[in-house]
């Protein structure tokens, strides 16, 4: 499932090089994120900080790569999600989490969500729900061998989700061809906040490509 981009065939010691140069520069960030919001030192403070992180910006705008890491990583070979916005090692944006799935098509994982991701007051944001949701759903129906892109994906909202420590479960429920259908929950400290369905579907491109 290479198409339209060629493999990722980087070498191990390679890999393990970048890991530990941005994987720490996105784990400040993240930190960084967390405290835009939440940091209360006085506008004195603030505006070195800002001078700093704009020093850090130009150091990192020298180069600016051609393709996008998930073009580059994602279709085959070694596949390193690290641009993902859910458990991407390189993106900031992810809380990161760790997910971890089975063969029979099962997938979860424990992790955090900060105020950086606040909806209403003291809950997570929908739309992050539904993005975890999505994500996690994306790893059972690929770990059961039916990769797919999600075609649609149903959310009922049972309570509000709060911030912090949180639990997601995924399940593929039935296959027919080329559509894999799976379950999802977001588990709270008081029990399941979110539920999805997700169609999965194997795009026709790719479909073509294997016949
Ligand atoms: C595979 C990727 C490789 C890369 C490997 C990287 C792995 C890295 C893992 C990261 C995990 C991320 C997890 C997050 C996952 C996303 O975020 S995916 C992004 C969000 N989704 C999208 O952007 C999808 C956009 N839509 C599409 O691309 C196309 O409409 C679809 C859904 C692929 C279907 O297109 P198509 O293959 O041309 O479909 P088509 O031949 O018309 O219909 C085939 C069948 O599907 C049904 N169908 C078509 N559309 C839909 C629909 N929307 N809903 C339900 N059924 C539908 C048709 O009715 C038909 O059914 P039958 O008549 O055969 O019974």
Not at 131 to 157: C, E, F, N, S, W
Request: aromatic share 4%.
């Amino acid at each position: 499932m290479n198409w339209p981009f060629p493999p990722d065939e980087t070498p191990d010691h390679v890999v393990e090089h970048e890991t530990a140069t941005w994987g720490p520069l996105a784990e400040a960030a993240r930190e960084l994120v967390d405290l835009c919001v939440m940091s209360d030192v006085d506008p004195e403070e603030v505006a070195a900080a800002t001078a700093d992180v704009e020093a850090a910006v130009a150091r990192l705008r020298k180069v600016r790569r051609t393709q996008t890491l998930g073009q580059e990583h994602l279709p085959a070979g070694r596949r390193r999600p690290w641009g993902n916005p859910v458990i991407g090692l390189r993106n900031p944006i992810a809380p990161p989490l760790q997910v971890h799935s089975v063969p029979e098509g099962r997938s979860e994982s424990d992790f955090h969500c900060g105020p950086a991701y606040e909806g209403p007051p003291g809950l997570v944001h929908g739309g992050v729900v539904a993005l975890i949701l999505d994500q996690v759903l994306g790893h059972a129906v690929g770990a059961k061998g039916r990769p797919g892109m999600t075609g649609t994906l149903t959310i009922v909202y049972r309570q509000g989700t709060p911030l912090g420590d949180l639990r997601v479960e995924a399940w593929v429920e039935r296959e027919d061809g080329i559509k894999t259908w799976a379950k999802a929950q977001v588990i709270g400290p008081d029990g399941v906040t979110a539920e999805a369905e997700g169609v999965f579907i194997l795009p026709r491109a790719i479909r073509e490509q294997l016949a």
